[in-house]
């Protein structure tokens, strides 16, 4: 089992940056893919970016391509989450999520959320 701390969030103005970290405990953090979620208030929760468990294949949604790099220094179980050119529509809660297959059975866990608002 592994725990996810999340943290970096904050209010920034458009346009700005914020970088996302997240934390990992309990468990051997590089057997994990990693992926930042968001939910925004009234709207499911969406799949942000993702990253394979050594860090060589990334993957983003349409949205934020050219905004947001997802990285990972498995040496820190740590998970990062590079956020340029804001937007209000990236207004959110953002979570991290780790997920793994053993033995047959898929594994996923969740940090608490850290909420990222962009406004003037």
């Known amino acids: 089992q592994v725990q996810l701390v999340e943290s970096g969030g904050g209010l920034v103005q458009p346009g700005g940056s914020l970088r996302l970290s997240c934390v990992a405990s309990?468990?051997?953090?590089?057997?994990?893919?990693l992926g930042w979620y968001r939910q925004a208030p009234g709207k499911q929760r969406e799949l942000v970016a993702s990253?394979?468990?050594?860090?060589?294949?990334?993957n983003y949604t349409d949205s934020v391509k050219g905004r947001f790099s997802i990285s990972r220094d498995n040496a820190k179980n740590t998970a990062y989450l590079q956020m340029n050119s804001l937007k209000p529509e990236d207004t959110a809660v953002y979570y991290c999520?780790?997920?793994?297959?053993?033995?047959?059975?898929?594994?996923?866990?969740w940090g608490q959320g850290t909420q990222v608002t962009v406004s003037a």
């Open positions: 990253i394979s468990s050594a860090g060589g294949s990334t």
């Open positions: 309990g468990s051997i953090f590089n057997i994990y893919n």
């Open positions: 999520c780790a997920t793994t297959f053993l033995r047959g059975v898929w594994y996923s866990y």
